[in-house]
């Protein structure tokens, strides 16, 4: 076992220490924890809970790293050039140019790089801490020493505690201190103080994580003076905005570079051998190509789409955690969702009570314990059905929620089925501090979605102890020998009148719980699964309300537009599954496939499956394992959601793994390739709209960018082949390059999504981005742009205009053709000519104010003469050129109509888009 490494620094024995002298060192009460006050002050004193975060770039070393690539190396080089040839004006151009792109490009990273940071924030992990006796959820950063912090299965462990409370044998996984990955045993018991690391049993560590069980410790330390805080080599995770595209894109733009240096070597080294051209003009020609075809603005505007669209995504309430998920996103064919909270609004009220020989109605609203029972339509008075009180005692001390009133407003703090307990409590009379107090809860063993029941200890004013279980009721009435009759007494269990119960609630798309009690032994302290397995007696039936979210069901809908299905995996029973995806019109619903089913079929069979059934219900987390696998399989791409910390395998398998931000564990977060912070179905959809979006915007941004390149180096290799007059100047194309088509093509990233983007089936996972489209478009484009700038320029000539009018022609025209082609590539799958597409959007409209502005400057002010060579030109020139910008949108118009069907047979029927 690895022990950290560390600075030697001399710090308490709390591991070796009583828990009543480490409570008394720090101050604090195991039962209440610290007063809001006193934690303020300790926050001040000790400061946040954070470890120091690694240094980050300064702004003068990000912009000097703008010059840190190849095509500035060699513009540098040519500026050195033209300066040592005596050329002034050219050096001074060039270094104007890179000068002002490094510019561009600092601000373009500066907007992915505070919008990763942004995320990074909304990730930052939570405690649930005890103060003034209430437990509360706060940011892990301010936590402070003597907090008690409650520990739960997939929690991060937020500081370093000793250990007050251990419950379910508490285990964690210590491998980020540690490196041993099988979670240790933890207990209350000190350790020897020269106990290493791994073997402070008595400890839970900051950054560690919650296998199994539930705990209960007090900060001993924070922040830098934790043990991680101490191993400094493990902190700070540096996120690059990088995906499978932009490494292909990356390493296509540096062969490309690669490439046309080669090409520019050669027709330098032949010019100079067969003359033709002077040695600075040969030079000029041979820099301009290599600025005309090296795509360098690529890479920079694909890391802005990206950052630009996790921006979006993150504000849209799905955090993505690694970008590459992004791509996949567009490639999802099959969603599988948790329905509790997912699908469903998690706010649930008991809506009936089921006892042995009666079925009780209860009327009421949310949380608020107002309300009341009826039986076959009649008002019943609680207190008249002494069963009734039995089991909502027992449903109100097997839960730990409590419930918050705000105004008319009543909340949940814990879990929202709990919740509902309490309220149910309060309906039948009963006051739930009060018997929370009178009856104290000595142990416990915590729900966990495997087992599917809970069960709590507690011992009466005058030392009775009784068991309280609830859960599912197939395993409730496995757990049972008895059922309580209207007075309270045991008969032999009814099993077929009880699963007919549960199944008429499950029908009706309720939750059904079972709730049980059993007297415990006077003086028993501790319960485990030996004290509940048998011999309970069943009281009744709750059948709890949890309606299906009314943007689930649209989102449902707009998922099979998109040809994504999507499917049910709950942990529910099998009828309210059924209900409620009937409710949310699932695809499937006759049919529903439940854990026990899956337990019997091998992989084969499950592969023949999980294809036609949509709902899935009684789940454990190895079958949604199993699911995942059998799903891609089939060829799926598939996102699944989970929230617990088993279901982090599941996650991690699934292309997309999607964990709750709300209800979710640590754990699965941390599996997980989004978070929902709202752990909403419709946040999924939307998020696969979004990821189908920015795919579409990358491709967008290669396809406007890679003709223009194209186009621009096809009319200077064309006029050093011929021998011809360059159309465009080597300073000239540097204009345009860096400074224009960056900032049209920067455009790009803000692009809203197609107004048919989820009417289209899912992009197939493997389909290159240099697909033989997007090849197509780029050589037609180039062609038509080379011919317009060509063209422009032989006209003018012809029309007796100057070389340098001329020139100064083609380039407005190349800009003004730049300009319509950006408004063309802005729908890849419409036609651009709509009003929405004419109108645009800000960023293009402040776009195109800017470029137009600059090409304005360009052509009349007298400064950029002297610079470039141009001159001022006409108006009817400049309508021409106009002209010609609108020629080059109706012909891409009319390519769109022709070559979709040929390249994009897959395209829904335009009638829809
Ligand atoms: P989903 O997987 O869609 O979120 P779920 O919340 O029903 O569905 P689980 O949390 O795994 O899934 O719960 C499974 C079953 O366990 C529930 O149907 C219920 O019968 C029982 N159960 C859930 N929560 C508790 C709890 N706090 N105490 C006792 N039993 C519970």
Redesign the pocket.
């Known amino acids: 076992m690895k022990t950290p490494v560390g600075p030697e620094v001399e710090t308490p024995q709390w591991h070796s220490a009583e828990i009543d002298s480490v409570l008394s060192t720090l101050k604090s009460d195991r039962k209440t924890g610290l007063g809001a006050d006193e934690a303020q002050e300790r926050l001040a004193q000790y400061g946040p809970n954070r470890l120091p975060e690694p240094k980050a770039r300064g702004p003068l070393v990000r912009f000097f790293s703008q010059f840190h690539s190849l095509l500035i190396y060699v513009l540098l080089a040519a500026a050195g050039v033209t300066a040592v040839l005596g050329h002034w004006i050219d050096t001074g151009v060039i270094l104007v140019v890179v000068w002002v792109n490094a510019v561009i490009g600092f601000i373009q990273e500066g907007k992915a790089e505070a919008a990763l940071a942004a995320i990074k924030d909304m990730l930052a992990p939570k405690a649930s801490v005890l103060r003034d006796g209430r437990r509360i959820t706060l940011p892990g950063e301010n936590v402070v020493p003597g907090d008690i912090v409650l520990l739960e299965p997939g929690d991060r462990v937020a500081a370093d505690l000793r250990l007050i409370e251990t419950r379910g044998g508490l285990r964690v996984q210590e491998a980020v201190l540690t490196g041993e990955s099988v979670p240790v045993d933890k207990s209350l018991d000190p350790v020897p103080a020269a106990a290493a690391l791994g073997d402070r049993g008595s400890m839970a560590f900051s950054g560690t994580m919650v296998a199994s069980g539930q705990g209960r410790g007090v900060v001993v330390a924070t922040g830098a003076n934790t043990e991680l805080g101490r191993i400094s080599h493990l902190i700070g995770e540096v996120r690059r905005v990088q995906t499978p595209l932009t490494r292909q894109m990356a390493v296509f733009a540096r062969w490309l570079t690669a490439f046309i240096l080669a090409v520019s070597a050669v027709i330098l080294a032949a010019g100079l051998i067969f003359g033709g051209y002077g040695f600075t003009e040969l030079f000029m020609a041979v820099v301009g190509l290599s600025v005309a075809a090296i795509p360098e603005g690529l890479p920079a505007i694909l890391t802005v789409t990206l950052a630009i669209g996790v921006q979006g995504m993150a504000s849209g309430n799905a955090i993505v955690r690694r970008l590459p998920a992004i791509e996949a996103l567009g490639s999802v064919s099959v969603i599988c969702s ?6 469903t609004r998690n706010e649930m009220m008991v809506a009936s009570v089921a006892t042995a020989e009666r079925l009780f109605n209860v009327s009421g609203a949310g949380y608020a314990p107002r309300g009341g029972f009826q039986l076959n339509g009649d008002v019943a008075i609680a207190t008249d059905y002494p069963l009734l009180a039995k089991l909502s005692r027992a449903a109100l001390l ?2 730990e929620a409590e419930l918050e009133r705000r105004g008319e407003d009543w909340t949940v703090v814990g ?1 929202p ?2 919740g509902a307990l309490v309220t149910l409590a309060c309906k039948a009379g009963l006051d739930a501090d009060a018997e929370r107090r009178s009856h104290s809860q000595i142990d416990a063993i915590p ?1 966990d ?1 495997q087992h ?3 069960a709590t200890l507690h011992h009466d004013p005058e030392g009775a102890a009784a068991i309280y279980v ?4 197939e ?1 409730l009435l496995d757990m049972c020998q008895s059922q309580a009759t209207e007075a309270g007494e045991a008969a032999p269990l009814d099993q077929d009148y009880w699963r007919a119960q549960a199944d008429a609630i499950a029908a009706r798309g309720h ?4 709730i049980a009690v059993k007297a415990g032994e006077r003086d028993q302290t501790g319960l485990d699964f030996a004290d509940v397995d048998g011999d309970l007696m069943l009281v009744g039936l709750v059948g709890l309300i949890d309606p299906p979210r009314e943007e689930a069901v649209n989102a449902v809908a707009q998922c099979r537009d998109a040809g994504i299905r999507v499917k ?6 099998a009828g ?2 059924a209900a409620i995806a009937r409710e949310l019109d699932l695809e499937n619903t006759s049919r529903v496939l439940q854990g026990v089913d899956v337990d019997g079929l091998d992989d084969e069979a499950l592969r023949r499956q999980v294809q036609e059934i949509d709902v899935f219900a ?3 987390p190895e079958h949604k394992l199993r699911l995942v696998k059998a799903l891609q399989a089939e060829g799926e791409v598939v996102a699944m959601t989970g ?2 910390v088993n279901d982090a395998p599941a996650l991690k398998c699934a292309d997309i793994g999607v964990a709750m931000g709300l209800t979710g564990s640590e754990a699965a977060k941390e599996a997980a390739e989004i978070v929902l912070a709202d752990d909403n179905f419709a946040t999924i959809a939307a998020a696969v709209k979004a990821g189908r979006t920015v795919y579409d915007n990358l491709k967008k941004a290669i396809i406007f960018l890679l003709p223009v390149n194209g186009g621009e180096s096809l009319s200077l290799v064309v006029a050093l082949l011929l021998g011809l007059t360059l159309p465009i100047t080597p300073l000239q194309i540097l204009w345009v390059n860096m400074v224009s088509s960056v900032v049209l093509a920067m455009t790009l990233a803000f692009e809203p999504s197609e107004p048919n983007v989820m009417r289209r089936p899912p992009r197939p996972p493997g389909e290159p981005i240099l697909s033989r489209f997007v090849l197509w478009r780029v050589g037609f484009v180039s062609v038509l742009f080379s011919a317009g700038i060509f063209g422009k320029f032989a006209l003018a000539q012809a029309q007796g205009a100057s070389i340098e009018e001329a020139r100064t022609i083609a380039v407005n025209t190349l800009v003004v053709m730049e300009i319509f082609y950006l408004f063309s590539v802005r729908y890849l799958h419409g036609p651009s000519m709509t009003l929405r597409g004419v109108v645009g959007t800000r960023p293009v409209l402040i776009a195109v104010a800017a470029v137009a502005g600059l090409q304005f400057l360009f052509t009349y002010a007298p400064f950029m003469e002297t610079f470039f060579g141009t001159r001022p030109l006409s108006l009817s020139q400049g309508l021409q050129i106009v002209a010609i910008g609108l020629l080059v949108l109706i012909i891409l118009e009319l390519e769109k109509r022709l070559v979709r069907a040929v390249f994009l047979p897959r395209s829904p029927d335009p009638s829809r888009a």
Do not use: Q
């Open positions: 948790d329905k509790t909270g997912t699908l097997c839960s879990d089925m709990e729900f979605a599917r029941f809970m609830k859960g599912a009721p395993r939750r059904v719980l079972a049910m995996i709950t942990g529910d029973h309210t599954a009684r789940m454990s929230d617990g």
